[in-house]
């Protein structure tokens, strides 16, 4: 008598209906949804605090006898409180990508889960560095440099809630920016591009690099430089990282434990 077959996660993940699939993820959003407010509980009392400390790289540039405006009646209220709400998204990252993880992990060979884990605490890190970076290096390159160019008789007095929106996107671009060996080594890993062809694409990626600084940062060589050469250089790190990645084999045969 044959013993019973002893089905993998794969397996037992295609037995599953999409009805089955919709629930799991909609109690996942919910634990998201639940832990980003009990952090954004924690931190709405610091809230001014916060704002106070995400403003000092302008607020150093400003001339003497000028400060930032509310330009509207609920800004210093509200402005305050969506710093809050984000950067509680922001340091809830964590538990948010784990649950996506354990939501697609299933569906994983057992290579892919293997490195599944090194890949998300990685791109975590490197989205805080890319927000570090931001703060402390590219900030005071461009107050310093939007604020040296005033005209003459033109007072610096940014409103809150457009500085506010200035930094989120500049946090969210280099946050990003800083995902590039993350996004090599998932290229290669689902066989879409291979190393070679990731060496061969150098001389554009280090175009692109400078072309993207320019956009995002003021017109000068200095600063467009320094956004330009940590992008090249974790370029070059996640083709060294590929190295060691096993692509994603064409036909489904081998399944995971």
Same mark, same amino acid.
């Given at each position: 008598? @044959?013993?019973?077959v002893?089905?993998?996660?794969?397996?037992a993940?295609?037995?599953?209906p999409?009805?089955?699939h919709?629930?799991?993820?909609?109690?996942r959003?919910?634990?998201?949804?639940v832990?980003w407010l009990?952090?954004?509980?924690g931190?709405?009392?610091?809230?001014n605090?916060?704002?106070?400390?995400?403003?000092?790289?302008?607020?150093? +540039?400003?001339?003497?006898?000028?400060s930032?405006?509310?330009t509207?009646?609920?800004?210093? +209220?509200?402005?305050p409180?969506?710093l809050?709400l984000?950067?509680?998204?922001?340091?809830?990252m964590?538990?948010?990508?784990?649950?996506?993880?354990?939501f697609?992990?299933?569906?994983?060979?057992?290579?892919?889960k293997?490195?599944a884990m090194?890949?998300l605490v990685?791109?975590?890190l490197? +989205?805080y560095?890319?927000m570090? +970076?931001a703060?402390?290096?590219?900030?005071?390159?461009v107050?310093?440099?939007?604020?040296?160019?005033?005209?003459?008789?033109?007072?610096?007095?940014?409103?809150? @809630?457009?500085y506010?929106d200035?930094?989120?996107?500049?946090?969210?671009?280099?946050?990003?920016?800083?995902?590039?060996?993350?996004?090599?080594? /998932?290229?290669?890993?689902?066989?879409?591009? #291979?190393?070679?062809k990731?060496?061969?694409?150098?001389?554009?990626?280090?175009? %692109?690099?400078? =072309?993207?600084?320019? =956009?995002?940062?003021p017109?000068? =060589?200095?600063?467009q430089?320094?956004?330009?050469?940590?992008?090249? /250089?974790?370029y070059?790190? %996640?083709?060294?990282?590929?190295?060691f990645?096993?692509?994603?084999?064409?036909?489904?045969?081998?399944? #995971?434990?």
């Amino acid at each position: 008598m @044959n013993s019973p077959v002893k089905k993998t996660d794969k397996d037992a993940l295609a037995d599953m209906p999409l009805v089955a699939h919709l629930i799991e993820l909609r109690t996942r959003l919910l634990r998201i949804v639940v832990v980003w407010l009990l952090v954004f509980a924690g931190l709405f009392y610091f809230a001014n605090d916060l704002y106070t400390f995400i403003s000092a790289p302008l607020r150093v +540039f400003l001339p003497e006898g000028t400060s930032m405006i509310a330009t509207e009646v609920a800004s210093p +209220f509200l402005t305050p409180f969506k710093l809050a709400l984000i950067s509680a998204l922001f340091l809830a990252m964590p538990f948010v990508l784990h649950q996506f993880w354990s939501f697609i992990a299933p569906g994983l060979y057992k290579h892919e889960k293997r490195l599944a884990m090194p890949l998300l605490v990685s791109s975590i890190l490197l +989205f805080y560095a890319g927000m570090a +970076f931001a703060y402390f290096v590219v900030f005071p390159l461009v107050f310093g440099f939007f604020t040296s160019v005033t005209p003459t008789g033109v007072a610096v007095m940014t409103d809150i @809630n457009k500085y506010l929106d200035f930094v989120l996107t500049l946090f969210l671009a280099f946050g990003l920016a800083f995902e590039i060996p993350i996004a090599t080594v /998932l290229l290669v890993l689902t066989g879409a591009v #291979s190393v070679e062809k990731l060496k061969q694409s150098r001389a554009y990626v280090v175009v %692109g690099c400078f =072309v993207i600084g320019m =956009v995002l940062t003021p017109p000068d =060589v200095i600063s467009q430089t320094l956004l330009a050469l940590p992008m090249w /250089l974790l370029y070059e790190v %996640g083709i060294i990282f590929s190295r060691f990645v096993k692509p994603r084999p064409a036909e489904t045969d081998e399944t #995971s434990e």
